[in-house]
Structure formats: structure tokens, C-alpha cells
T-cell receptor, first 115, second 117 residues
Framework: DQQVKQNSPSLSVQEGRISILNCDYT??????FLWYKKYPAEGPTFLIS?????DKNEDGRFTVFLNKSAKHLSLHIVPSQPGDSAVYFC??????????????FGKGTLLTVNP | GAVVSQHPSWVICKSGTSVKIECRSL??????MFWYRQFPKQSLMLMAT?????????EQGVEKDKFLINHASLTLSTLTVTSAHPEDSSFYIC?????????????FGPGTRLTVL
């Protein structure tokens, strides 16, 4: 059972436009959410996170929105750049620390930013 | 930033042999390391949680006798795939937690591509 779902396997946007990547989750115990970026043959790189006590977190061009009632979060990238082209993974956990800090990942969305 | 390395980056082995993968935190001490596996077009699946100086905790469905994990120091964890078979071919990624700013962040290694012939 996929507890974290990224229903769009791929997304293509034009440079300078907004990229919106979506993620849904089913486990209501999740209270910490993260986005990772991954290039081929490399490990994921942490991008941004959000705690369930917030509904928005912003870091430069990256903003994550959380809608707890809908069990939905999204990552906005504005403006999109060709270097943003990668696979983006949504991840969730119960709690945000300690030795039991386990991440559950979605399948990822391949973002392609066209020049 | 925190750097996690893995060795080897790729390995090809014959069926029935054992393969050891190392995961090192280069510039920080990690009391906890995690091992993930990723099949093509699938998500990263947590295999086990490795705590320094104690036995690893395996996720449901992961055979602990097949995937041996040793976390001998605060900067090194190893995963040994014993008696590897073609179905074990996958991308294995480790992560290590670093506590900075009061919260834990998982930093991932670059992964190891295992191909079992």
C-alpha cells in the first residue's frame, strides 16, 4: 500500500515559469514532510521540509504548501530553471528526529525545465 | 554541508556471492544510518535502521540474514548482501542523520548500483 503518492510521473515546464509538484499521503500519523531532489546515479538531496503545524514554508525559489485536511502537499518552484531538471521525491515521517525517524517516499516526479 | 559517501558506486557479481557496501559520514558523526533500496521507477524503500553499537532494525519483509548490517562506528555502516541473486539487483542508498539546528536531517549517499548475474 503506497502511503505517499506522487501521481504525476513527469512534468515539463518552460524556463522562468512555475513548476508545481504534487504529493498525497494516506497515513494521518505523518506529521513531517520533505522534498528531495535526485539526479541520475546520485543520492537524493534535501530541498525543503514542513511540519504539520505549518501550512507553508518558503526557501528562496522553493515553497512547500501543506493541506492537512486534504492530506496533500505541493512544491512550487518559481522561477523554474533548466538546472532544476531532476526527479523530485516527496517523503513523509512520523516525527522529525531520533533513531526512529523513518522516511516513506513517493515514487517521484521527473521534472524537465525547457530553456 | 554534511557529506555521505558510499563505496563501491557500482558492482557486478555472480549469483551466490556476497557483496559488501560501505556507507560513511565524512564530516559528521551519525548515530543512526538508514539503508534504502530502489527498484527502477519505484520509490526508495527503507530496508533497515542502523544504530551505532547495536543491532539493526529491519523493516517488514526484509530478511536480516540475507542483508547483514554492521554499524561499527559513528561514521561507518556496512550492508552485506549475502548469497546474492539476480532479484537482489537494485540501487542501494544509505542515509545518515545529522542533528543541526535542533532537528535531524537525513543526508543521502550517492548510492550503489548492484547487478547480480
Amino acid at each position: 500500500d503506497q502511503q505517499v503518492k506522487q501521481n504525476s510521473p513527469s512534468l515539463s515546464v518552460q524556463e522562468g515559469r512555475i513548476s508545481i509538484l504534487n504529493c498525497d499521503y494516506t497515513n494521518s500519523m505523518f506529521d513531517y514532510f520533505l522534498w528531495y531532489k535526485k539526479y541520475p546515479a546520485e543520492g537524493p538531496t534535501f530541498l525543503i521540509s514542513i511540519s504539520s503545524i505549518k501550512d507553508k514554508n518558503e526557501d528562496g525559489r522553493f515553497t512547500v504548501f501543506l493541506n492537512k485536511s486534504a492530506k496533500h502537499l505541493s512544491l512550487h518552484i518559481v522561477p523554474s530553471q533548466p538546472g532544476d531538471s531532476a526527479v523530485y521525491f516527496c517523503a513523509a515521517s512520523v516525527g522529525s528526529g531520533g533513531s526512529n525517524y523513518k522516511l516513506t517516499f513517493g515514487k517521484g516526479t521527473l521534472l524537465t525545465v525547457n530553456p | 554541508g554534511a557529506v555521505v559517501s558510499q563505496h563501491p558506486s557500482w558492482v557486478i557479481c555472480k549469483s551466490g556471492t556476497s557483496v559488501k557496501i560501505e556507507c560513511r559520514s565524512l564530516d559528521f558523526q551519525a548515530t543512526t544510518m538508514f539503508w534504502y533500496r530502489q527498484f527502477p521507477k519505484q520509490s526508495l524503500m527503507l530496508m533497515a535502521t542502523s544504530n551505532e553499537g547495536s543491532k539493526a532494525t529491519y523493516e517488514q519483509g526484509v530478511e536480516k540474514d540475507k542483508f547483514l548490517i554492521n554499524h561499527a562506528s559513528l561514521t561507518l555502516s556496512t550492508l552485506t548482501v549475502t548469497s546474492a541473486h539476480p532479484e537482489d539487483s537494485s540501487f542501494y542508498i544509505c542515509s545518515a542523520t545529522s542533528r543541526a539546528g535542533g532537528s535531524d536531517t537525513q543526508y543521502f549517499g550517492p548510492g550503489t548500483r548492484l547487478t547480480v548475474l
